[in-house]
């Protein structure tokens, strides 16, 4: 059973424009949300989190959106840019199982110049 | 700052053999959490140590353990190694708060042939 899901594996947008990552999750016991990048050869990279009692958080062009009724969330970048190019992952994260982040399967981001 | 290291980057062993696999993390971080990358997939949580004890373990065989040494650096053991072993392994650390995230090493690529 797999908590957390990305059922997009890929994105391709323009430069400029938004683009929108979206994730599900089926625990409704996460207490955290969290966007990582993930660069090729290189480690996942933190990006931006968000509260389960919060339906938005804001961090320069990121913006991470809870949708807690649809256990839904998405993280909006604007505008794109091409070095957003990227695999993004969606985590989540329990109190009641701490040290533990359950990860999508992650998108990838194509931002074309 | 140095980041979270990992070693070695690449290792290459032999079914039914055992691999050792090595994280240093950040300074000030005493928590260190493993995860287990295959290929085309999501991150899956293996281990948490905070202050040299483990705290929290993922669904994995009793044949993946390791510890944290007093200087808060870790050490992964997988023993009886599998070709299903093959994956990207990636140490993380943090302060232990959920919503800072974690900051991840570049893995280490072990292949079990």
């Known amino acids: 059973d797999q908590q957390v899901k990305q059922n997009s594996p890929s994105l391709s947008v323009q430069e400029g424009r938004i683009s929108i990552l979206n994730c599900d999750y089926t625990?409704?016991?996460?207490?955290?949300f969290l966007w990582y990048k993930k660069y090729p050869a290189e480690g996942p990279t933190f990006l931006i989190s968000i509260s389960s009692i919060k339906d938005k958080n804001e961090d320069g062009r990121f913006t991470v959106f809870l949708n807690k009724s649809a256990k839904h969330l998405s993280l909006h970048i604007v505008p794109s840019q091409p070095g957003d190019s990227a695999v993004y992952f969606c985590a989540a994260s329990s109190r009641t199982n701490a040290g533990k982040s359950t990860f999508g399967d992650g998108t990838t981001l194509t931002v074309k110049p | 700052e140095a980041g979270v290291t990992q070693s070695p980057t690449h290792l290459i062993k032999t079914r039914g053999q055992q691999a050792t696999l090595r994280c240093s993390p950040i300074?000030?971080?005493?928590?260190v959490y493993w995860y287990q990358q295959a290929l085309g997939l999501g991150l899956q949580f293996l281990l948490w140590y905070d202050e040299g004890e483990e705290r929290n373990r993922g669904n994995f065989p009793p044949r993946f353990s390791g510890r944290q040494f007093p200087n808060y650096s870790s050490e992964l053991n997988v023993n009886a190694l599998e070709l299903e072993d093959s994956a990207l392994y990636l140490c993380?650390?943090?302060?232990?708060?959920?919503?800072?995230?974690?900051?991840f090493g570049s893995g280490t690529r072990l292949t079990v042939v």
């Open positions: 300074s000030g971080h005493t928590s």
């Open positions: 625990n409704s016991m996460f207490d955290y």
């Open positions: 993380a650390s943090s302060l232990v708060r959920e919503e800072y995230g974690y900051t």
